[in-house]
């Protein structure tokens, strides 16, 4: 194992922050994977799995069995961890700017196009190269205005060229499940099945370019401008990057992340990262993949106590009771339920709602919104 270390652009005099990067197995060996945790600063079981992957990772490159690439960032996000009001982490959005940790990534299609378009050619493997090769020199040219700016940089260039981008988060109160982009989902399929996922959020556009999705869809983009521009060239999805959600933030437990980080290992041996005598077993998938457009939000239509009838990964039909919302003072009650039916996969964490406040999301296989599908 090799540690790098990345020196963020400083925000703030006498202050420098840095990435550590964990390095097992060589480059350009037989793939590569680059998986990072807790890029939301509060967003914890992530970091704990990746203690786990460091671990085993370790053993494994001693034995001789890792045969890729494989990098892992447990703390992705310096900046979030140094925020704090009152003694409550606050890891979701940077203080300074108000911009959303997983937002914002660079939108890298056109220029890399542009880079090579010219050169594409036959070979699927060659134009793989050839992106790659585009991207690096992409994100080599960014110019950093602020300090967030460069850690987004630097997390991009671990991971841009990778086969495999693992990106993980955690809700609030959840199952765990996944967002990968709609192209990728057959590649994803047995990490979700492996991972025991009770969703898997499909998009090709999520909005604002979240972390995942920057890293992923140049690769559909660049299929797609060749296409149009009439050019017959094989472009892989050469990049699957997830966004794997490991449950609701207080759900920090050896159980839970030594499992999590065995399933991960999993997916790189059936992937060819690790050696592997025989294939892992794929456990069936627990529910269907559905538009990540497909999310429907229960909300509170006005303040106050929130009582669950279903757990986070319950399956609802249409009309059957989520949630009580409670005033006490004026006696109304409402009980909210899915209008399209479907997996309940995350809900507040929280036994108190402002009104308008997310209750809880199901997963439902109708398209029911668009534009900007992420919450904030
Ligand atoms: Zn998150």
């Known amino acids: 194992m090799e540690r790098h270390e990345h020196t963020l652009k400083s ?3 006498g202050t420098r ?3 550590s990067s964990f390095h097992f197995g060589a480059p350009d060996s037989g793939g590569k994977a680059y998986i990072q945790a807790s890029l939301h600063a509060d967003e914890l079981p992530g970091m704990l799995v990746a203690w786990y992957l460091k671990r085993e990772l370790n053993r494994l490159e001693a034995e001789g069995c890792v045969t890729g690439e494989i990098i892992v960032v447990p703390q992705a996000n310096p900046i979030g961890h140094a925020q704090a009001l009152l003694g409550t982490p ?3 959005f ?9 937002r914002h990534y660079p939108r890298l299609s056109d220029a890399v196009y542009a880079r090579v378009k010219e050169r594409l050619g036959a070979d699927a493997a060659g134009n793989t190269r050839l992106i790659r090769a585009a991207i690096r020199s992409e994100l080599a040219l960014r110019e950093d205005e602020s300090e967030l700016d460069s850690q ?11 086969d495999i981008v693992l990106d993980l988060h955690c809700d609030l109160h959840a199952a765990l499940h996944v967002y990968t982009g709609t192209p990728l989902w057959e590649q994803c399929a047995p990490l979700a099945r492996l991972l025991g996922s009770s969703a898997q959020l499909l998009a090709t556009e999520s909005g604002d ?3 995942d999705e920057a890293c992923s869809q140049t690769w559909w983009h660049i299929r797609d401008r060749c296409l149009a521009d009439g050019l017959e060239v094989p472009i892989d999805m050469a990049c699957l990057a997830v966004t794997v959600e490991l449950r609701g933030q207080r759900q920090v437990s050896h159980a839970l992340a030594s499992r999590d980080a065995a399933a991960i290992l999993d997916f790189l041996r059936l992937r060819g990262l690790i050696h592997s005598a025989a294939a892992p077993l794929l456990p069936e998938l627990r529910f269907p993949a559905t538009p990540l457009a497909g999310s429907e939000n229960l909300k509170a239509p006005f303040p106050g106590l929130v009582c669950f009838h279903v757990e986070p990964g319950d399956v609802v039909t249409v009309g059957q009771p989520v949630a009580d919302i409670i005033d006490p003072l004026d006696d109304t009650v409402v ?5 399209y039916g479907g997996m309940v996969y995350a809900v507040s964490n929280h036994p108190y709602a402002m009104a308008g406040a997310s209750v ?4 439902t296989n109708s398209v029911i919104k668009s534009g900007k599908l992420l919450s904030a």
Do not use: Y
Request: hydrophobic fraction near 45%.
């Open 11 to 13: 925000g703030c005099l």
């Open 17 to 19: 922050r840095t990435v």
């Open 90 to 92: 606050l890891g979701r």
């Open 94 to 102: 940077e203080l300074a700017s108000g911009n959303n940790f997983n």
């Open 152 to 162: 987004r940089t630097i997390l991009m260039s671990l991971a841009a060229d990778a």
């Open 209 to 211: 370019e979240p972390f």
């Open 335 to 339: 009980t909210l339920s899915s209008a």
């Open 360 to 363: 809880a999301k199901v997963a």
